[in-house]
């Protein structure tokens, strides 16, 4: 069936450093792809998404890559701070399916 | 605040009793999800709602489980004859229902222990 994967599941950096976060998912029709960001005891938070007509979005400190033939999607967060140290998701969706498909999540943390 | 609302934020039952969640989606957006999250996972998709009418039911929603959408506003979830098993955060999300996929806002979610 649908399946995202999600490594690291944890991540240290220092801040001021990058951080990546790589997706695979299996779903060769998949053509959406959110980021979330989840704090403790909070919801989900979009924080950057991209579909398969693009190979990269960039917004501010954040961006995003995807490789549609490998079938591989990246999270990158430059200069990183203190408060982006949370739970990170990855999701997958194909057209007409309504449902996102989530990786197990990355927890980051940025050392001060 | 105009983000999707979910009510109550946290519910502790005993075992066998039924629970009821409550989720105010964004106004203008007119599908609504329902997902599951448990310790150390991500979301997993339970339902969806196209306006009040419920299209898409995982096999993960057992028979205990019921959700509905009267006035394609609110929805409410209701777990009867809760198990330890289902204890969880419960998350609604919503979107505008455009583009193919869309993009989904979750809110606070419920977190659910059940004793």
């Known amino acids: 069936g649908e399946n995202v994967e999600q490594h690291p599941s944890t991540l240290s950096v220092q801040e001021g450093d990058s951080a990546v976060i790589k997706c695979t998912y299996s779903?060769?029709?998949?053509?959406?792809f959110p980021w979330y960001k989840q704090e403790l005891g909070k919801g989900p938070q979009l924080i950057i998404d991209?579909?398969?007509?693009?190979g990269e979005k960039k917004d501010q400190r954040i961006a995003v890559t995807l490789n549609k033939t490998a079938k591989h999607f990246s999270l990158h967060i430059t200069e990183t701070q203190p408060e982006d140290s949370a739970v990170y998701f990855c999701?997958?969706?194909?057209?007409?399916?309504?449902?996102?498909?989530f990786g197990t999540g990355t927890r980051l943390k940025v050392l001060a | 605040d105009t983000g999707v609302s979910q009510n109550p934020r946290h519910k502790i039952t005993k075992r066998g009793q039924n629970v009821t969640f409550r989720c105010d989606p964004i106004?203008?957006?007119?599908?609504l999800y329902w997902y599951r999250q448990t310790l150390g996972q991500g979301p997993e998709f339970l339902t969806y709602?196209?306006?009040?009418?419920?299209?898409?039911k995982s096999r993960l929603l057992s028979d205990r489980f019921s959700a509905e959408r009267p006035k394609g506003s609110f929805s409410t979830l209701e777990i009867q004859r809760t198990e330890q098993g289902d204890s969880a955060m419960y998350l609604c999300?919503?979107?505008?229902?455009?583009?193919?996929?869309?993009?989904?806002?979750f809110g606070p979610g419920t977190r659910l222990t059940v004793l």
């Open positions: 999300a919503s979107s505008l229902g455009y583009p193919d996929p869309d993009t989904q806002y």
């Open positions: 779903d060769s029709a998949s053509n959406y």
């Open positions: 991209i579909r398969s007509n693009v």
């Open positions: 999701a997958a969706s194909s057209p007409g399916t309504y449902k996102y498909i």
């Open positions: 106004s203008e957006h007119n599908r």
């Open positions: 709602f196209q306006n009040e009418a419920q299209l898409e």
